[in-house]
């Protein structure tokens, strides 16, 4: 009886730590990777400065078209990346016996190329002086956000859903190159998490 007993106790720890080997390993290979980039697209955003808005959100302001004198537009390129930061992965065996792991959504990393001025409208040859100094300035200056992109990119939406199907093709790799004694992997992101 206490022999059966034993092989039962052996069986059990081994399969515990088996699960244990498991989790650590993947958990090292995506700590060393740390932050995982997984998409990288080239982006062109177009914005209109005028000196009414003089760059402000147009949609919040109305605005009143006979009292523009000049208006700047202008094309932004830039590189987009999203990243996964996998230092806030989780890991967990679920009662099933799958591997679990919960990251992050893909985060999007702006790295502005140019903004330069496409076109330009005067009103008349008095706005050149306005026109000139408000295109060095906004040149200069101008630098994207994540949130105009989001706002000002109709593809934004789909280019986040592929950055994912990316991330989790990714993460699947890593997995594969970690022992899984046949265990069945799950990649689910925070914010759809039950």
């Known amino acids: 009886m206490t022999e059966g007993w034993q092989k039962g106790a052996a069986d059990g720890k081994e399969e515990g730590l088996s699960a244990k080997d498991t989790k650590s390993e993947i958990f090292a290979q995506m700590e060393s990777a740390e932050s995982l980039q997984v998409m990288e697209c ?16 147009l949609e919040s302001e109305a605005e009143d078209y006979t009292n523009i004198k000049w208006a700047i537009l202008y094309k ?17 065996e679920t009662e099933n016996g799958m591997i679990q792991i919960t990251v992050p ?19 008349n040859r008095f706005s050149d002086a306005e026109v000139e100094d ?31 199907e990316m991330a989790k093709d990714q ?18 992101f925070a914010n759809e998490r039950e």
């Open 105 to 123: 959504e893909p985060e999007l990393q702006i790295h502005q190329k140019s903004s330069k001025k496409i076109k330009d409208y005067r009103k």
């Open 134 to 164: 408000a295109d060095k300035a906004i040149t200069n200056a101008k630098k994207i956000t994540v949130s105009e992109v989001e706002k000002k990119l109709p593809e934004y939406g789909s280019l986040k859903n592929h950055a994912k």
């Open 76 to 92: 932004i390129e830039c590189t987009g990346t999203f990243t996964v930061d996998l230092s806030k992965a989780v890991i967990e």
């Open 171 to 188: 993460l699947m790799k890593i997995c594969d190159n970690s022992r899984m004694d046949g265990k069945k992997i799950d990649i689910v």
């Open 42 to 57: 080239n982006m062109e955003l177009y914005e209109k400065v005028d000196n009414i808005s003089k760059g402000n959100n």
